[in-house]
């Protein structure tokens, strides 16, 4: 499971009245106005950073990804722990880290989610179907359930 790996980043403001804490990246104590809490441990914000990238992890979002004693950032987490698979279009490999289109157990690369027929790419809010697994827009969709003697349902 994914989320064993994911962990919150908490920016918490150090109140002057308490003894400053230790940080865990470089041991040595927090005396800004602002400190991180992750993993349960506290960090001045340069010091909390993926292990590959050095991305300063407060900064890129709220989680962060641990695996193998390493923090990383999600892209590294991805590309290094990821599992990658094949565009059903293309059959080229998908890198872990890249954004896809999902359709049924189909992953597409996004340049690749286009009709297979005329190659008209879908928009946010189209139609798209799947017939013997391609992907079709509405148009070639209905054509070839005419062509097969159907007439598509009208509601």
């Known amino acids: ?75 590294d987490y991805l590309r290094l722990f990821g599992v990658t698979g094949n565009c059903a279009a293309c059959s080229k490999l998908i890198p872990a880290f890249e954004m896809v289109m999902r359709a049924k157990d189909n992953v597409y690369h996004l340049d690749c989610f286009a009709c297979q027929l005329c190659n008209q790419r879908f928009c946010v809010g189209d139609k798209f179907f799947l017939k013997n697994n391609m992907i079709l827009c509405q148009t070639d969709y209905e054509e070839g359930l005419m062509k097969e003697g159907y007439a598509p349902q009208v509601r």
């Open 1 to 75: 499971l994914l989320s064993r790996y994911i962990s919150g980043i908490q920016m918490l403001s150090v109140q002057p009245d308490t003894k400053p804490k230790g940080c865990a990246g470089c041991n040595r104590k927090i005396k800004d106005r602002y400190l991180l809490k992750a993993l349960d441990k506290y960090w001045h914000e340069d010091c909390l950073k993926c292990a590959c990238c050095d991305c300063r992890l407060g900064e890129v979002g709220s989680t962060l990804y641990t695996k193998a004693n390493l923090i990383l950032c999600r892209r």
